[in-house]
């Protein structure tokens, strides 16, 4: 993908944010269904026009189809580059058929023998979308890549690749969050370990930046079994907690949420999306809460603010525009298109 130097300019306030020349009013989720068929293991888009009440896309079916790796795709992540092009990047696993074929049933054995790749799709409109390509970023001493998710680092002028991994420098143990970096998605730089937390593994990383500094979601395993947040001055650290939030996390259950994915509204609140398993899969879905600026760690759960046509499952959040907002509402695929 041919990537053109161009600084990306976000400004929020009078209800808008902007990205170079565009007024982004829009939202769109890009996520999985958690289903027992390989149909729901792959890429689903929902919209909406205020990033409270939110719309399926092509009828509820799926939008792109993983036919390369494990013939899945889950946890996804998508940005639009600086040149207004858009990337998503998934986790290379599909439970519906390798949790009955070569992972024998077995998590442990999925995080240690799993895709050292990611999926990827580029597309100029949303709509239409490049072949899947599968992009290696691990090696023999990484397990299977989890939950990619990436950032733009405007002080380097490239992008920031994370995941969560175990790795064989503690014996394929307590899993970390690791990183690559990117100027074009063609070239990667070799992986290394962005976070570790010592008394626990560590998935589902999410950064964002505020205020030039850079906060990260991230689930922990143990100790607490919820997710945590974590602040820097630097993208890649050193991260330090954030107590506030912790206190957020009271009213929440441990070892039922997973996944944090965030935006920022209009208004310039953050909203974070917490992925609610405590359930069938039929009822999966996302919990949101609100705060007014990362920094505080002050959340508060607002189920009733938000409407879902289904149980979105750990996916990713995107600021459109209108006109993009009205394409992908009006786009249809048919069966003999995948």
């Known amino acids: 993908m041919d990537i053109v130097p161009r600084i990306p300019i976000f400004v ?37 026009k205020n990033g409270f009440d939110w719309e399926q896309v092509n009828d509820g079916n799926p939008v792109l189809w993983s036919y390369y790796g494990d013939k899945g795709v889950r946890d996804f992540t998508i940005t639009r580059t600086k040149t ?77 690749i994370h995941w969560s991994s175990t790795h064989s420098s503690n014996d394929f143990g307590l899993k970390g969050i690791y990183y690559s970096r990117t100027k074009d998605f063609e070239q990667f730089s070799k992986a290394q370990l962005l976070y570790q937390k010592e008394d626990s593994g560590v998935i589902d990383s999410a950064m964002y930046e505020e205020d030039e500094r850079y906060y990260m979601f991230l ?15 630097e993208i890649t650290g050193p991260f330090k907690r954030v107590e506030a939030f912790d206190q957020s996390m009271e009213v929440v259950e441990a070892g039922l949420y997973e996944a944090p994915t965030a935006v920022q509204l209009e208004d310039g609140r953050w909203c974070l999306f917490l992925d609610f398993y405590g359930c069938s899969a039929e009822e999966q879905g996302y919990v949101p809460f609100i705060a007014g600026r990362l920094a ?38 048919k069966p003999s298109e995948y």
């Open 84 to 160: 207004g092009k858009f990337v998503i990047l998934a986790t290379d696993l599909s439970l519906s058929y390798g949790m009955l074929n070569q992972y024998n049933h077995s998590w442990t054995e999925a995080a240690r023998n799993g895709s050292k790749c990611l999926s990827f799709w580029g597309s100029d409109d949303l709509v239409n979308w490049s072949e899947q390509k599968m992009i290696k970023l691990g090696d023999e001493n990484f397990g299977c890549l989890w939950a990619p998710d990436i950032i733009y680092d405007k002080k380097l002028d490239d992008y920031v």
């Open 219 to 233: 689930k922990s395993e143990q100790n607490p079994g919820k997710i945590i947040l974590m602040e820097s001055e």
């Open 296 to 333: 505080s760690g002050k959340f508060i759960r607002s189920d009733t603010s938000f409407t879902f046509p289904y149980g979105y499952k750990h996916g990713a959040i995107l600021t459109i525009t209108m006109e993009e907002y009205e394409r992908l509402k009006a786009y249809t695929k």
């Open 12 to 48: 929020v306030g009078n209800l808008m944010i902007r990205f170079g020349g565009l007024t982004l009013q829009a939202y769109l989720f890009v996520h999985f269904k958690e289903k027992r068929t390989p149909d729901g293991e792959q890429v689903y888009f929902g919209v909406s």
